[in-house]
């Protein structure tokens, strides 16, 4: 035994699981079952995402919204991609009962994970503070340009990046393929991930989603204020817009969240229903967060909604869009004499 090799384990501390192949889904119609459902969910994320950043061009302008809002929203839409991509190995790797995609696949879609969640708390955490801002202060606003708001950006992705960053100075090749969710993952195994793990657990998610919480509520009773002194009109699409990504997101990292709290302190059998069927369905609803937004911008936005229809009318998804505006009549989304949802910026 090498130097290197005792030295690495004198510093790991024991999984709480192994990867032994009783994790396997031994049964093949529910394996390709798990599969199609994220290659569908893949697919959709990858298609909704792109047609967000075309939408959102200099060229065709088509979600309008403030310039800041719309730029954290291309951020995010290309951090969904980025997640999409990653989460690809998993059904490929179900399909084939193993994995099959090679070390650097392993590693890219490892990383890439890692930084793209973390950058998605930290951007969730940024357009609800900004709206609320917008909403609060529109006179000292009005002159914050999209440069600005790129900078903010770019910021979440370097602070979300000190995880990566971490990774590789601790142990880079700490990196396997886990039976567990049929998907390469991080062990965490050295001794310095005690400590290290939660700090930036806590700075890179969980500090954002309570300013996300926060952000929100402090924006509901401000739209509710600016309502009841009648001053101007409010914008209730971008707020809506912003409420209802923000909400849905938080719902969708609950269960996993729930996971990474508790599976530590949970003792049972690394095949027990927790480590696996939880962790397996938890998953699962934390990978939708990439696909939301897609739907939530045609469900608020309606110059988002009619660019889709009008470019894409003949799709399947147009088919929806052209049954949703049908019906906005009864939701009242769109009539002006609607106070609550009355359609502005």
């Not at 940024?126 to 790129?150: D, N, Q």
């Not at 707020?239 to 599976?263: E, K, Q, R, W």
């Not at 397996?280 to 889709?308: E, G, H, K, M, P």
Request: hydrophobic share 45%.
């Amino acid at each position: 035994m090498t130097s290197e090799h005792q030295r690495r384990l004198k510093n790991m501390t024991p999984p709480i699981y192994s990867n032994n192949s009783t994790m396997r889904i031994t049964n093949p119609i529910e394996r390709y079952t798990w599969a199609t459902y994220f290659i569908l969910i893949i697919t959709l994320s990858l298609i909704g995402d792109t047609l967000i950043l075309i939408a959102s061009s200099s060229k065709y302008k088509a979600i309008q919204l403030h310039k800041v809002i719309v730029t954290i929203m291309q951020h995010m839409a290309v951090c969904d991609i980025l997640t999409a991509l990653a989460a690809l190995y998993g059904p490929v790797a179900m399909i084939a009962d193993g994995e099959v995609l090679g070390k650097v696949a392993c590693y890219l879609s490892t990383f890439i994970v890692y930084l793209s969640f973390p950058t998605s708390f930290l951007l969730i955490s940024a357009i609800t503070t900004t709206k609320m801002w917008l909403v609060k202060y529109p006179l000292h606003c009005s002159g914050w340009s999209t440069r600005r708001s790129h900078v903010i950006c770019v910021a979440c992705w370097l602070f979300a990046a000190t995880v990566d960053v971490a990774m590789v100075i601790v142990d880079k090749d700490d990196i396997s393929f886990k039976y567990k969710g049929y998907k390469c993952d991080y062990h965490f195994s050295a001794r310095i991930w005690k400590w290290l793990r939660p700090v930036l657990t806590i700075f890179t998610s969980l500090l954002p989603s309570i300013v996300a919480v926060i952000a929100t509520l402090m924006l509901l009773l401000e739209a509710r204020k600016v309502a009841k002194r009648g001053r101007g009109t409010l914008r209730w699409q971008g707020m809506t817009t912003v409420i209802l990504t923000a909400v849905f997101y938080c719902l969708s990292i609950f269960p996993f969240s729930v996971y990474l709290i508790a599976g530590p302190h949970v003792t049972q059998e690394p095949t027990g229903w927790f480590h696996l069927q939880f962790y397996r369905c938890a998953w699962s609803i934390l990978i939708l967060s990439v696909v939301s937004n897609f739907y939530i911008y045609l469900l608020t936005v309606t110059s988002f909604r009619d660019f889709v229809l009008r470019r894409f009318p003949k799709a399947t998804l147009g088919i929806f869009v052209k049954k949703f505006n049908a019906e906005n009549s009864v939701y009242k989304f769109d009539s002006p004499k609607s106070r609550v949802f009355q359609m502005g910026k």
